[in-house]
Structure formats: C-alpha cells, structure tokens
C-alpha cells in the first residue's frame, strides 16, 4: 500500500515557475514508477511525465517537455516536479501516482493516486 500526498500548488502568472512534491508513505516506494497527470475542468485526465524506480529514465508529455522535470528522491520517499515557463493552459489539478510498471503513460496502469493539488497559471 502506498500513500501519496501532493503540495506546492498554487496561483502563478504565465512565465512563472512552480515546484509540485509528492510524499508517499509505505517502504515500497522505490519499488514503483511515478508518474504526474493534470485534469482540467471538463477534460479528461491527461499524462505529464513518469520516472521510473530508480530516476535514470523518463518520459515527457510533448505539451511539457523543455519546461517541466521531475526527479525523485528516494531515500525522502519524495518525488518532485519542477515546472517552469508556465502557460495559462498549464492550468489543472495536478495529481501524482505510482505504478507497479517500469514507466509508463497509461492512466490505468497507475495502481495509488495522491488527492491532486491544483496550479492556476494567469495570463
């Protein structure tokens, strides 16, 4: 079983940059894959980015790459997201998740999902 609890969210303007922290509970951490999705009001959740156990591979969202990086600390039980040059389209819940599968994209290979925290980019 794994917890995830997401912060850093917030009110930012276009340009500007925001750092998202997810903390997970549990001693199994390091074992699973991470992953971010956003969710707009009346969208579908969408992929961001996932790192796998141990950092050293990722995999971007076209929409992000360039502008967000995640890493993981695992010895904190912590992964992170740093976003910079934020758009007002950037603008959704951001939720963290974990998955069992060495990195992936797919919504429902992602077994634990944090309680969101939502980033609001003005223009």
């Known amino acids: 079983q794994v917890q995830l609890v997401e912060s850093g969210g917030g009110l930012v303007q276009a340009g500007g940059s925001l750092r998202l922290s997810c903390a997970a509970s549990?001693?199994?951490?390091?074992?699973?894959?991470m992953g971010w999705f956003r969710q707009a009001p009346g969208k579908v959740r969408e992929f961001v980015v996932a790192i796998n156990w141990s950092g050293e591979n990722t995999y971007y969202a076209n929409s992000v790459e360039g502008r967000f990086t995640i890493s993981r600390d695992n010895a904190k039980n912590t992964v992170y997201l740093q976003m910079n040059s934020l758009k007002p389209e950037d603008t959704a819940v951001y939720y963290c998740?974990?998955?069992?599968?060495?990195?992936?994209?797919?919504?429902?290979?992602?077994?634990?999902w944090g309680q969101g925290t939502q980033v609001t980019v003005s223009s």
């Open positions: 998740a974990a998955s069992p599968i060495s990195i992936t994209a797919n919504v429902y290979e992602y077994d634990y």
């Open positions: 549990g001693r199994t951490f390091s074992s699973y894959a």
